[in-house]
């Protein structure tokens, strides 16, 4: 969206947040003083941050030789994702080379009144913002306002044409029907479900275009769809993992065995076409 005030200036990051993949702190009244800069909130493990990621990735890759600068700020869904010890190779796995903030402590996420994952700022040159979304979409209508903003320093600049959509959920006006809401076996996103003698597995029913698991440790989850035969699908660190996705929205049985160490903390469902 479009903000409604054309002088809302960006707020500076604190200068106690550590930062991955940046020698040196960024500093945003130097980083908007050459160019606009994209700011990405996320947790490495919820399912819309992941969702969007391939699009901040090749805008960085488009428009970075153009002056934007990228940034991320992990401000954590869960709170296991917020530990050093899973975020960094977290951030890694994903492929993340940007600098991207640690805000385990929400310093930054309250500075910019984020409502979500993803929340999404751009910011001019000069230090204006341009462009927020919260949640995913409108992705075309971003990189529009990206190529505004460059275009606005250098009217010369030869700019490709938007990316086309990567999912049939992702085109500008696509109507899709709403997923089952999150799971969170474990009782609330701050507590993870982990098996017991007794209670080694989950079922549930769902509706949506995917269904996905957050989990860690070191063990295992067998998934089975509406009585198939069972997908094994190994836990070797924190991550979110793909258990089905379908081409529309739809209807299904689910039921998952966990064994080993592993701490499953949500169940998360993508939207899909009706």
């Known amino acids: 969206m479009r903000p409604q005030r054309p002088d809302i200036a960006a707020p500076e990051f604190p200068g106690r947040i550590r ?18 800069v994209l700011v990405h909130f996320l947790d490495f493990a919820q399912l819309n941050s992941v969702r969007a990621l391939p699009y901040i990735l090749e805008w960085r890759r488009r428009y970075e030789p153009h002056g934007l600068r990228v940034l991320g700020i992990h401000s954590p869904r869960f709170r296991f994702t917020g530990r050093r010890e899973a975020l960094d190779p977290g951030i890694a796995a994903l492929g993340i080379t940007h600098p991207v903030a640690d805000d385990s402590k929400y310093l930054i996420w309250h500075d ?11 910011w001019s040159r000069g230090g204006a913002l341009a462009w927020a979304h919260f949640g995913e979409g409108e992705y075309r209508a971003t990189e ?26 992702d085109g500008p006006g696509v109507l899709v029907a709403p997923p089952t809401q999150e799971v969170f076996p474990g ?35 067998r998934a089975q769809l509406d009585g198939s035969e069972p997908r094994d699908v190994p836990i ?35 939207p899909g076409i009706p």
């Open 19 to 36: 930062w991955l993949n940046a020698p040196e702190p960024p500093v945003m009244a130097e980083l908007t003083a050459t160019g606009p």
């Open 112 to 122: 910019y009144g984020c409502k979500g994952w993803p929340s999404l700022f751009l």
């Open 144 to 169: 529009e306002v990206i190529q505004e903003v460059l275009l606005s320093d250098d009217v010369t600049l030869s700019l490709p044409e938007p990316m086309a959509p990567l999912r049939a959920t």
């Open 187 to 221: 009782g609330s996103p701050g507590d993870a479900w982990t098996p017991t003698p007794g209670d080694e597995s989950i079922e549930l029913e769902y509706e949506a275009g995917g269904c996905y698991v957050v989990a860690e440790g070191q063990g295992w989850l």
């Open 236 to 270: 070797t660190e924190a991550a979110l993992l793909p258990i089905a996705e379908h081409p529309r929205h739809e209807a299904h049985k689910l039921r998952i065995t966990a064994g080993g160490d592993v701490r499953v903390w949500a169940i998360s469902f993508a």
